[in-house]
T-cell receptor, first 115, second 107 residues
Framework: NAGVMQNPRHLVRRRGQEARLRCSPMKGHSHVYWYRQLPEEGLKFMVY????????ESGMPKERFSAEFPKEGPSILRIQQVVRGDSAAYFC?????????????FGQGTRLTVV | KNEVEQSPQNLTAQEGEFITINCSYS?????LHWLQQHPGGGIVSLFMLSSGKKKHGRLIATINIQEKHSSLHITASHPRDSAVYIC?????????FGQGTRLTINP
């Protein structure tokens, strides 16, 4: 049973380009969380998704960022027209069900560098 | 004021020492994670606990929900324990994170 898989591990984009980050949850998990870790800062919640639904996007920047978790395939975090300030590590976590005390399993992260 | 405060922020110790990392939080929660992150690496969940104490090998985590405080202890510390340790309470179905404690164990 593979863990949470994120790809790519490292992504370099020029300012203005689009970045697509993928997260495949653990087998049997239907809940996905995206977190961002800015350089020298702590982790921050971005968005919580269930298959085909956004449950909580209170941590997502209002513009340029979007997330989806389709019925088939991985969850995608999309950043349009990237800027230098988007450079960060983006982590995905998955859990098997919705609840207050569910175990969360993290991926290795995608390190985005905007040049 | 941050919702989650960890102390110390940085800790350097000699191999074999007993390590304690503290976490205080102001949010109402029902459970809390302790996470480990190696430099440039992914995040590993060490514990999820909602009361009392859990032990896994040389690691022990305790939580006092009434006091809103949790501790992570490492016995017989080893250089491979060097990492950032992050306290993450569950709040409204998502995690809130402390700033992390950077632990360095010297041989």
């Amino acid at each position: 049973n593979a863990g949470v898989m994120q790809n790519p591990r490292h992504l370099v984009r020029r300012r203005g380009q689009e970045a697509r980050l993928r997260c495949s949850p653990m087998k049997g998990h239907s809940h996905v969380y995206w977190y961002r870790q800015l350089p020298e800062e702590g982790l921050k919640f971005m968005v919580y998704l269930q298959k085909e639904n956004i449950i909580d996007e209170s941590g997502m920047p209002k513009e340029r960022f979007s997330a989806e978790f389709p019925k088939e395939g991985p969850s995608i975090l999309r950043i349009q027209q990237v800027v230098r300030g988007d450079s960060a590590a983006y982590f995905c976590a998955s859990s098997p069900y919705r609840g207050k005390d569910t175990e969360a399993f993290f991926g290795q992260g995608t390190r985005l560098t905007v040049v | 004021k941050n919702e989650v405060e960890q102390s110390p922020q940085n800790l350097t110790a000699q191999e074999g020492e007993f390590i304690t990392i503290n976490c205080s939080y102001s949010v109402g929660i029902s459970a809390l994670h302790w996470l480990q992150q190696h430099p440039g690496g992914g995040i590993v969940s060490l514990f999820m606990l909602s009361s009392g104490k859990k032990k896994h090998g040389r690691l022990i985590a305790t939580i006092n929900i009434q006091e809103k405080h949790s501790s992570l202890h490492i016995t017989a510390s080893h250089p491979r324990d060097s990492a950032v340790y992050i306290c993450a309470p569950h709040k409204a179905q998502k995690l809130v994170f402390g700033q992390g404690t950077r632990l360095t164990i010297n041989p």
